[in-house]
């Protein structure tokens, strides 16, 4: 539990004896490259414990700073996201830092400088284009940005821009080419020109370039001559949020609708009634008027349900573009560009074309996975002197290899979800007991058992409280036939071994 930091210290008239597992006083003091090793593993569990998404939406960004006595200090770059950690997070992320540091009783917050905000920011993984190094040859000089083109970004207060994210470091596969056709088409239309596709929506799972190409649209478009302002939902909240309490709403709407092209990404974060009621007003008064919107999800309109609808409608009446998972040729195509990008600052990496080509069939995910993989190699080369092996790859990446095995399933697990499902005890169904309504449930659980399992008769029927093989083969013959006939149990039965198989 979090204590005030104003809390007088614990005023007990004699010492209570310390557990053996909480740090000594003198052990309180952190440094910082111990606190930020023990932080690197926290993250490790928070992002297992609250998914990719939130991590990289709240944690992402969040650094170590010190942990003196019974308090922990992170920084992170933004008073919203600050005020947000501490109102819904502050409690789990103390409870993961305990795990690596006891004596924590207390969490503190602060905001970086603004000597550290004006630093480069790390750019945003979520691309399929090089982010290893220095871009691929021959996008150089397109990547090198004019400095108004970043004043101007900065002056209409925008997240911040990667240089490395264009079109020419986009890497296009069947997958991606409607997306990014579109947000080409996007990027190279110039002031007065008719809008085509108003709104363009793009959805896509994390790592697969949705950012890259948003990014992208906001560099092109500022080279035609046009006010762009690229926004996560974050920005957009936390200006939306600043305004209101400032009394500066009008100016801030004024702000936004003055502009040519409005680009949102990661939609999915916006929050709270009235902050959504204004993005819909926003971009209803930008479409009226014959600007462009580019808005990114991490899924279509339809499923964002925390949305309101008038929202979701808007969004679904524009240009809807899907990016799918990666092909495995456009995989390998990235890994080669990397390995590229790599030699810029380690000329003697090297990756075997069999290897990348393991990796490129292995690893299927997204593009996040990719750069992990060959980060690991760049890792195993650079520091233990040894050269690139498929041996060493495939120790590397073996937990970014997802399993093809299909899920195996348990006769305890079908004897539970059976008697959940329709509102009986387990107990019921391993008994002697010949009711109805735990009669079928245990024919049911039987005929499961032996379809989704490689368990024999006599086994299927000593789990189900030690009865005889033939009393198995009658459940599981007297529920196919029913299921013949009956459309209804037959769809019971489906929505069973989806919920097993999940």
């Known amino acids: ?46 992002r297992a414990e609250v998914g990719e998404d939130i991590f990289l939406s709240w944690f992402a960004r969040m650094d170590f700073e010190e942990a003196t006595g019974d308090a922990v200090r992170f920084s992170v770059p933004t008073r919203f996201l600050k005020s947000w950690i501490l109102a819904h997070y502050a409690e789990r992320v103390l409870a993961c830092w305990k795990t690596e540091n006891a004596a924590a009783q207390r969490l503190e917050l602060v905001v970086r400088s603004a000597a550290i905000r004006s630093m480069p920011t790390k750019p945003k993984c979520d691309t399929v284009g090089v982010t290893l190094g220095e871009p691929r040859q021959g996008a150089m000089t397109d990547l090198r940005r004019p400095p108004q083109q970043i004043a101007q970004s900065e002056a209409l207060g925008g997240s911040p821009l990667d240089p490395r994210l264009s079109f020419e470091t986009f890497f296009v596969g069947r997958s991606n080419t409607l997306a990014y056709a579109s947000a080409r088409q996007v990027a190279q239309a110039h002031r007065g020109d008719a809008v085509m596709f108003n709104p363009l929506y793009i959805h896509a799972g994390v790592g697969l370039g949705k950012t890259h190409l948003l990014q992208a649209i906001a560099w092109s478009g500022a080279a035609h001559d046009r006010k762009i302002l690229y926004l996560t939902a974050e920005k957009f909240m936390y200006g939306f949020v600043s305004a209101i309490r400032t009394q500066t709403a009008l100016a801030f709407k004024e702000s936004l609708r003055g502009i040519d092209v409005l680009v949102i990404d990661d939609l999915q974060f916006l929050q709270g009634k009235s902050t959504q009621a204004e993005f819909c007003h926003t971009i209803n008064a930008l479409i009226d008027s014959g600007r462009q919107v580019v808005v990114a999800g991490d899924r279509p309109p339809s499923d964002l349900e925390s949305l309101e609808d008038r929202v979701r409608s808007r969004l679904a009446g524009g240009l809807v573009v899907e990016i799918g998972a990666l092909g495995e040729e456009l995989r390998l195509e990235i890994l080669k560009a990397r390995v590229g990008a790599a030699r810029t600052h380690h000329a003697g990496f090297d990756v075997p074309s069999p290897v990348l080509a393991f990796v490129a069939h292995t690893v299927t995910q997204n593009g996040r996975d990719l750069d992990g993989a060959l980060n690991r190699l760049l890792a195993h080369n650079k520091l233990t002197g040894q050269p690139v092996t498929m041996e060493m790859a495939e120790l590397a990446v073996r937990d970014l290899v997802r399993s093809t095995e299909p899920k195996r399933i348990k006769i305890e697990d079908i004897q539970r979800t059976v008697a959940r499902h329709f509102n009986v005890s387990r107990s019921d169904m391993l008994s002697s007991r010949r009711t109805a309504n735990v009669v079928r449930p245990r024919q049911i659980a039987m005929y499961l058992a032996k379809t989704l399992t490689l368990r024999s008769l006599p086994e299927i029927g000593r789990r189900f409280g030690g009865r005889d093989h033939t009393t198995v083969l009658h459940a599981v013959r007297k529920i196919e036939a029913l299921s013949d006939k009956d459309q209804r149990l037959a769809e019971e039965i489906e929505v069973l071994k989806r919920m097993l198989m999940e």
Do not use: C, F
């Open 1 to 46: 539990m979090l204590k005030n930091s104003d809390s007088p210290p614990d005023s007990s008239s004699e010492p209570q004896p310390r557990p053996a597992h909480v740090d000594s006083p003198a052990e309180t003091i952190i440094s910082a490259s111990t606190g930020k090793t023990r932080w690197a593993r926290v993250s490790q569990r928070l």
